[in-house]
DNA sequence: TGCCAGGCCCTCTTTAGGGCCTT
């Protein structure tokens, strides 16, 4: 069992790099902004070097009743969400704490398009790349049965105590898994360090020529 | 009336179809 260190501290001069990666998680009203769906929550961690410096969490007001399937999957209630602020308000505080980073989420193209949506209304737009711990997982746990978020940290053994479908706590369990891919990846293909244009590389390579665009990378 | 997401990825593919994953 592997269980990346994940002490959290409180980033105080609010250094922002590329080098920052914010591992993100929406709960939302359904599946799609493009059918009037909203963010009802988002939960976000901060790594600096494997290492969480600082986390987000707000629930949001969409403005509408969200229904009981949604009440039920992510246990967010109509009354939890009743005097919260609205997205409009949330997303503004959300685009500080992105500032340049790097974006990483499970299944991004989920998260990316609500992010883009919430964004778009407050008119930000992230300067930072965008990557997917899902398709990494295809890619580096091709043998896992499964790669629900759920079952990927069943699959790796990774210590979890909380409620998933819970946007920070989703987040944090997608930055342990990414954190324990990374160094899967510098174990076996023997490197110091993964940059984050390495894994985007990574990503959009068949799952049978990975460990030659690796190869190629490390100048082989 | 009935249906309404969409990107990725595999295969019995590529002029397509269907499962996986996210809420």
């Not at 940290?153 to 998933?164: A, H, L, T, V």
Request: glycine share 6%; hydrophobic share 40%; with cysteine.
């Amino acid at each position: 069992m592997v269980s990346p260190s994940f002490s959290v501290q409180k980033d105080s001069n609010q250094q922002r790099s590329a080098d920052t990666l914010i591992i993100l998680d929406f709960e939302t009203t359904g599946l799609s902004p493009n059918m009037g769906d909203r963010a009802i929550e988002i939960g976000a961690v901060k790594l600096e070097k494997g290492q969480v410096v600082d986390s987000f969490q707000r629930l949001m007001d969409p403005g509408f009743r969200i229904n009981s399937f949604i009440e039920n999957y992510t246990g967010i209630s109509n009354a939890m969400l009743a005097g919260e602020a609205d997205c409009e308000t949330v997303m503004t505080e959300f685009a500080d704490f992105v500032g340049d980073a790097n974006l990483i989420a499970h299944n991004a193209s989920f998260d990316k398009k609500f992010l883009d949506a919430e964004f778009e209304r407050v008119g930000f737009q992230y300067s930072g790349g965008f990557s997917c711990s899902l398709l990494l997982s295809r890619r580096i746990n091709q043998d896992a049965p499964s790669h629900k978020l759920g079952d990927l940290i069943r699959y790796k053994q990774i210590p979890s105590e909380g409620q998933f479908h819970r946007a920070l706590f989703d987040a944090e369990m997608t930055a342990k898994l990414w954190c324990l891919m990374i160094d899967d990846i510098k174990q076996q293909y023997n490197l110091a360090e993964v940059p984050f244009a390495l894994v985007q590389k990574i990503c959009k390579t068949p799952k049978a020529k990975v460990a030659e665009v690796i190869g190629k990378w490390r100048g082989e």
